[in-house]
């Protein structure tokens, strides 16, 4: 067994999610929260961090594909270690920032956010996204807490285009009832941070059983979903993960698919969007 390419680690961090322990999942937390750290430790460095015996650290390596520990921190110094001098200069910016301000703190950790994004998506993952939702016969659009914002935002942006798009909220009972209707072609559209929403995998799971599609945008805690959605987006947000965290990049990813999403209307979505600036010039 060799070491999965570059290009097939998250893919095999995904294709395992449902196979991972609870100790796993801690490990894989830290690794996705630090990976600049984890790639650099050893193996008692990221056992302690996780708060997982060494072994785990061995065993996760060797389910993601490894023949063990050296050849995993390999993947990772190929995965995130490449952009450390930027990553360097622009810690230091943010070291600089923090005697200035709140304002230009934040600045300084919005700059490193999106300039790390391209290390993580590309042109072809936004296109493919906007592809497949201006082909659904509908779309849902699921979020909690404040990644609300983003739900909303895009269930307008696709309505422009004259979508069918539903905006799935409430409890356990209000969810069931609001994807009744779900059936082939229709696609779900996730955002999740930091953890697994309670509600993810029954979505996900009658979604499937529905044929219907699903696209999630996500942070890098998005590898290890579980069940993975159909096509992933994940890029860290800015800020550190265990302070205060901004929904910046994952709005950036939005407004792409949406400028995607334009490039691909037809004359039905164009028209949509005249009738749309009709109906405002009525209203004012």
């Known amino acids: 067994m060799s070491e999965p390419p570059r290009s097939q680690f ?50 996760l390596a060797r389910k993601l594909g490894f023949d063990g520990f050296p050849a995993f921190r390999q993947a990772l110094q190929a995965e995130f270690i490449p952009s450390r001098e930027t990553a360097t200069r622009l810690q230091r910016t943010l070291e600089g920032a ?31 996204a906007a592809a497949r939702l201006m082909a659904a016969r509908r779309v849902y659009v699921f979020a909690r807490g404040n990644a609300e914002i983003l739900a909303l935002m895009m269930q307008k942006r696709l309505q422009r285009f004259g979508r069918d798009v539903h905006r799935l909220g409430g409890d356990s ?15 779900v559209l996730v955002y999740a941070f930091r953890r697994q929403p309670r509600h993810y995998a029954p979505l996900i799971g009658h979604a499937r059983e529905a044929g219907a599609a699903s696209l999630a945008i996500t942070g890098l805690s998005g590898h290890h979903l579980s069940p993975p959605p159909d096509l992933l987006l994940a890029a ?48 004012e």
Do not use: K, Y
């Open 98 to 128: 923090e005697a200035g301000g709140v304002l230009a703190t934040l600045v300084a950790q919005e700059i490193e956010g999106l300039s790390g994004l391209l290390a993580h998506l590309d042109d072809g993952l936004i296109r493919e």
């Open 10 to 59: 998250a893919a095999s961090l995904r294709a395992q999610a449902g196979r991972l322990t609870a100790a796993e999942r801690r490990l894989v937390d830290m690794v996705l929260s630090e990976p600049r750290e984890a790639a650099l430790g050893t193996v008692s460095d990221l056992a302690r961090g996780a708060g997982v015996h060494e072994a785990t650290v061995s065993r």
């Open 173 to 187: 009972r209000d969810l069931a009832e609001q994807v009744l209707g779900m059936g082939a072609g229709d696609l």
């Open 236 to 283: 860290p947000r800015s800020g550190e993960r265990q302070a205060f965290q901004t929904l910046t990049v994952p709005m950036a990813i939005s407004n792409a698919i949406v400028i995607a999403a334009a490039a691909l209307a037809d004359t039905q979505a164009l028209q949509a969007l005249d009738r749309l600036g009709a109906v405002i010039q009525r209203f």
